[in-house]
């Protein structure tokens, strides 16, 4: 099965600041890599899909790069809802898999 | 409006069983794959179990295989979780989550609130 590992696991950030976060596939995915955000106590919310492209709704200030093993969920300016984790998805392969996870927090 | 929820999560005993319910709305629920996806306390997201929209695909993950069995009523948009012989580990809140996607692959665009299982003597 695929492995999923983002880094860092957490970050204290300013609102402001920008933000990357890395996610690495243990084989090649292509680019069918997605990213979600998940409030405390709430769903995951999808932000993006194959790699780059925004989901509709989602702020721009939201962007991923990548293909193939690694890729970067970038917050180009955070803002205060943005204090959340965010997840990392592949879906080239069955099973899918998600990564640990990378919770933002206030710096 | 669009909306998945579940229902159905509890306390059950190792070894007991339980069924899980998920209601969709604002959608044509018999057009789309479904998934349940868990998350156990503090921890990150776990794929369970996807059903096609016919019904007639399903997978699971290893983890429940043999345990767990999916289903799904399209005329009553529902889809449904049925865990037996449950164990500690699978402790977790079940998330519903509709499936989307093309040749550039799937993704999870919407998702229910939730509903926690607890397995604890």
């Known amino acids: 099965d695929i492995q999923m590992t983002q880094s860092p696991s957490s970050l204290s950030a300013s609102v402001g600041d920008r933000v990357t976060i890395t996610c690495r596939a243990s084989?090649?995915?292509?680019?069918?890599l997605n990213w979600y955000q998940q409030r405390p106590g709430k769903a995951p919310k999808l932000l993006i899909y194959?790699?780059?492209t925004l989901q509709s709704g989602v702020p721009s200030r939201f962007s991923g790069s990548g293909s193939g093993t690694d890729f970067i969920l970038t917050i180009g300016s955070l803002q205060p809802e943005d204090f959340a984790t965010y997840f990392c998805q592949q879906s080239r392969f069955t099973p899918t898999a998600f990564g640990q996870g990378t919770k933002v927090e206030v710096k | 409006q669009v909306q998945l929820v579940e229902s159905g999560g509890g306390l059950v005993k190792p070894g007991g069983s339980l069924r899980l319910s998920c209601a969709a709305s604002g959608f044509t629920f018999s057009d789309d794959y479904m998934s349940w996806i868990r998350q156990a306390p503090g921890k990150g997201l776990e794929w369970v179990l996807y059903i096609s929209s016919s019904g007639t695909d399903i997978s699971y993950a290893d983890a429940v295989k043999g345990r767990f069995t999916i289903s799904r009523d399209n005329a009553k948009n529902s889809m449904f979780l049925q865990m037996n012989s449950l164990r500690a580990e699978d402790t977790a809140v079940y998330y519903c989550?509709?499936?989307?996607?093309?040749?550039?692959?799937?993704?999870?665009?919407?998702w229910g609130q939730g509903t926690l299982v607890t397995v604890s003597s």
């Open positions: 989550a509709r499936e989307r996607g093309g040749w550039f692959g799937n993704y999870f665009d919407l």
């Open positions: 194959a790699a780059s």
């Open positions: 084989q090649s995915i292509s680019n069918y």
